[in-house]
């Protein structure tokens, strides 16, 4: 006979089964059962401060395990418990990543009364979860547990919701494990058909200038082997988005990195002068394309992609290939002949060589002076740290983007950046889950002065876990993507984009993390050693101008071709040299 036990313990041996070490949660009145039979199971709980700091931990956690096909799990109680959940979900789901989400509700006979606390959170998330449970009694739950891990892990990952009445974790029942998942409406495509893949390869074979594009699913899937050796073989540039980055190592020969909307010039331009572009788990969001009427308007297209329902969505492509990525393109390196195209790829380093004359971080080195940029911080960051096997997490803005364009990332899994959604906030809650996950690599967390403050009581948590983070504010008092748009778009007509901020380094002072502040660039380098050298939380803070802007730039009604380049003269700069931080 199978045991019998409460729904609260089977719950937790359900998770020992689904190999989950970690919980990130918060406690309430509809999950106490729960959180009292987890006392005797040998799983780490991290108290976050606030529920969403629970989802975005437990999401960059998933993330940065991906290789070991580990799923984030967070949990929180009902109602507000569970809707201070769904900015993180809505993360999760448009970032594909897998997370299994738990919430108490109220017992079933109360569902549907208002009881206290109540809320239809399985309503609420459904648009923003890959699939969702609501589970009325104890014996569903280890079913339900099991289905849950293989949707969030397989095909598409993303995330699934479980939410337990309080009777159902009350209540004793047998604990039956099924060993097989049987879900006759979930099949994931594995193999792409061959019939396409002939087609998708003669493509390939009459391209004179083709461009990869690699987007998040190469990572996911595990195939950067792969996409490496499709590259060479064929001899093929390759762009990424930003969730893409990583796939191919920034320093090889035929890595050009981040394409869209705040890519370097000559990724754009190779995009928009391509006769083939072979998009790779990517979904052709409208920060990659620009105008989509004027988008690479000479380029066959090819798409290999798990998930049917992007494909032809926002761009018709000639062939498509649906499928495993990493078993699609083993397939296709089967047939794919060498080739070469040398001439195209001379007129790309031309674009490339353009595009480095215009660069905040060369211009500086060739003319000194004026204030600390933004993009200085970043690159020197990446100098400092790149051959110490580093993560990165951030939040959304412009610093995200200074991240993207000037940390070189070498190896996969090393960014944790929120994308599809464009979450504030995400960076330091990210940089704990990334530090449970990673205590033997150093994490930072870049973040702007704005975001930071979403979820800076995070940072209570990182010293609560011991951890190792090291935390970067851009500081230039003001949401500086807003304003950036409000200067270019809206005649500099500034509102509700002016910051009065507190003193970072007082408040990291308050929660005993050694902080120090930076103001001028020869401070860089020996704040970023002292950060190095204390074993814990550290945070620095740089003052950077308030009107430092990200180039390039394409609106989403531009062709990517048509983008803002770095200006030579920056007078709302420049006039700003010796500043050190307070308001304009």
């Not at 674009?351 to 940029?373: Q, S």
């Amino acid at each position: 006979m199978p045991p019998k036990m409460t729904g609260a313990r089977m719950l937790w041996e359900s998770l020992l089964r689904e190999g989950v070490e970690v919980v990130f949660g918060y406690p309430g009145g509809s999950i106490m059962p729960v959180y009292d039979a987890m006392l005797d199971y040998p799983v780490r709980h991290v108290l976050t401060r606030h529920e969403q700091g629970a989802a975005h931990a437990a999401d960059a956690y998933a993330r940065t395990l991906r290789e070991q096909r580990k799923v984030g799990v967070a949990m929180a109680t009902s109602g507000p418990g569970a809707t201070n959940l769904v900015t993180g979900i809505a993360t999760a789901f448009m970032d594909s990543s897998p997370v299994v989400f738990i919430t108490g509700q109220v017992a079933a006979e109360y569902l549907g009364t208002d009881a206290f606390q109540e809320t239809d959170v399985t309503g609420v998330t459904m648009p923003i979860t890959k699939h969702n449970f609501l589970v009325t009694q104890a014996a569903e739950i280890p079913r339900v547990v099991r289905e849950a891990f293989h949707i969030a892990r397989t095909g598409r990952p993303g995330p699934v919701l479980i939410d337990l009445c309080k009777n159902a974790q009350n209540d004793e029942a047998e604990f039956v494990w099924p060993e097989q998942v049987r879900l006759p409406g979930y099949r994931p495509p594995e193999r792409a058909d061959p019939d396409a893949l002939a087609r998708a390869n003669a493509l390939l074979r009459q391209a004179q200038r083709p461009v990869i594009l690699a987007g998040q699913g190469v990572l996911i899937s595990g195939a950067m082997a792969q996409l490496q050796a499709l590259a060479e073989t064929a001899h093929i540039p390759v762009a990424m988005t930003l969730l893409g980055l990583g796939a191919l190592p920034l320093t090889h020969p035929l890595a050009l990195g981040m394409m869209g909307m705040h890519g370097e010039y000559f990724v754009n331009m190779a995009i928009q002068h391509a006769d083939l572009l072979i998009a790779l788990g990517m979904r052709f969001d409208d920060r990659v394309t620009g105008k989509l009427e004027a988008y690479a308007p000479q380029a066959r297209k090819i798409h290999v992609e798990v998930d049917p329902a992007e494909i032809n969505k926002n761009v018709p492509v000639d062939v498509a290939l649906l499928g495993d990525l990493r078993t699609v393109l083993e397939q296709w390196l089967e047939v794919v002949e060498p080739q070469r195209h040398d001439a195209w790829l001379t007129q790309i380093e031309a674009w490339r060589a353009d595009t480095r004359r215009r660069d905040v971080v060369e211009k500086v080195k060739r003319n000194g002076g004026g204030p600390l940029r933004g993009a200085e911080v970043v690159q020197r960051l990446w100098e400092t740290t790149a051959n110490a096997d580093t993560i990165i997490t951030t939040g959304v803005g412009q610093h995200q983007m200074w991240v993207a364009q000037y940390y070189r990332f070498g190896q996969p899994y090393r960014l944790v950046t929120s994308g599809g959604l464009g979450t504030m906030g995400f960076g330091l809650p990210a940089g704990v889950g990334a530090a449970i996950a990673h205590p033997d690599k150093e994490v930072w967390v870049v973040e702007g002065d704005g975001g930071f403050q979403m979820t800076q009581a995070e940072m209570a948590t990182a010293v609560q876990e011991g951890l190792n983070l090291k935390i970067v504010i851009l500081n230039n008092n003001y949401l500086g993507m807003v304003r950036q748009w409000q200067e270019l778009f809206y005649e500099r007509r500034y509102s509700a984009v002016l910051l009065h901020n507190p003193d970072f380094v007082k408040l990291a002072d308050a929660h005993g993390i050694p902080a120090r502040r930076v103001t001028q660039r020869r401070e860089v380098d020996a704040a970023l050693a002292f950060a190095r050298q204390q074993r814990g939380p550290v945070l620095l803070e740089f003052r950077v101008p308030p009107e430092d802007n990200v180039f390039p730039m394409v609106t989403t009604s531009d062709p990517l071709h048509r983008m803002m380049r770095r200006p030579d003269q920056e007078p709302h700069v420049e006039r700003t040299a010796n500043w050190a931080g307070a308001a304009p």
